[in-house]
């Protein structure tokens, strides 16, 4: 072989490896990108699955802890509810029955949280801690509300019950003779109290029974029930007690002048014409002569 030959193989084989080597170079370093890609993928899919993790349980905790918080407000309720001696065995049975609904469902959830897998599921669970019970913008405010005029519907109802009596006795006194005006006004106004009372907590028990526990109450709704209370019902009751307390007087200054003592029997005397009177001798059992 010449060495032309060889120098042309040699420069063709040079040839060759310098063509062959650029595709050789750029297929290691793409193919170490894809693997440092996938590495990294894979690194933030983990953080990603550790931050979602975190989460969930974050979600878990702070929802074990709202629906604590409002079943613990609701036991409360309950046990003031029972306690209350003027609410009736029905009113106490209809009201504790729905605390207890209340409370059920809070258990529920909790226990459909604490299972819950993924964030998304358990932030969405966790809205309806508020958005399905509503307990301190619409439940609780609407049983202390029904607790509170269920109790003064039974005040008035004992208030009514004296009306029958103490009008009785204005009539015996009026039988007798006496100026009864003043007593009788003054009854007439707590009747008529009364009866604005009434009429107040009948519509005020209506509007708390309506409102829905389900969804936050219209802005409002529970001031204007607080407004009538304190404003009318108590307004009522005040004049009431002021009635009565000028009643309580002019009763006792009437039946005081029903009493009379009875002057002392004087036995009739007769007078002799020297101007000198003489009661006769109690009479005596006529003497026999023996």
Excluded: C, H, W
């Excluded at 193989?9 to 595709?23: D, R, V």
């Excluded at 409370?103 to 966790?126: H, M, Q, V, Y």
């Amino acid at each position: 072989m010449n060495n032309k030959v060889i120098i042309t193989i040699a420069i063709s084989a040079t040839i060759l490896a310098q063509s062959a080597l650029p595709a050789f170079a750029i297929q290691s370093i793409g193919g170490q990108k894809l693997v440092n890609q996938v590495t990294r993928e894979e690194n933030q899919s983990s953080k990603a699955a550790q931050r979602q993790g975190t989460e969930l349980q974050n979600i878990i905790t702070r929802s074990n802890t709202l629906i604590s918080n409002r079943i613990a407000s609701l036991n409360e309720l309950s046990t003031r509810v029972q306690n209350d001696t003027r609410l009736s065995t029905n009113e106490k049975s209809t009201i504790s029955s729905n605390i207890q609904t209340a409370i059920s469902g809070l258990t529920a959830l909790k226990t459909k949280i604490d299972a819950d897998t993924d964030a998304t599921t358990a932030r969405s669970d966790e809205k309806t801690i508020i958005t399905g019970y509503y307990v301190y913008a619409a439940f609780e405010p609407k049983t202390r509300y029904l607790v509170i005029l269920n109790n003064l519907q039974t005040t008035t109802a004992n208030l009514q019950a004296l009306v029958p009596q103490l009008q009785n006795l204005i009539n015996t006194l009026k039988s007798q003779g006496k100026d009864t005006t003043q007593l009788q006004s003054l009854l007439s106004d707590v009747s008529s109290q009364l009866q604005t009372i009434n009429t107040t907590i009948t519509s005020g028990i209506t509007t708390v029974e309506n409102i829905p526990t389900t969804s936050e109450p219209a802005s409002g709704t529970f001031t204007s029930i607080k407004t009538n209370i304190t404003q009318v019902v108590k307004t009522s009751f005040a004049k009431i007690q002021s009635d009565i307390q000028q009643m309580r007087p002019l009763f006792k200054q009437l039946i005081s002048s029903n009493s009379t003592t009875p002057a002392p029997s004087q036995a009739a005397t007769t007078t002799t014409p020297s101007g000198t009177q003489i009661s006769p001798s109690p009479s005596a059992s006529p003497s026999t002569t023996p």
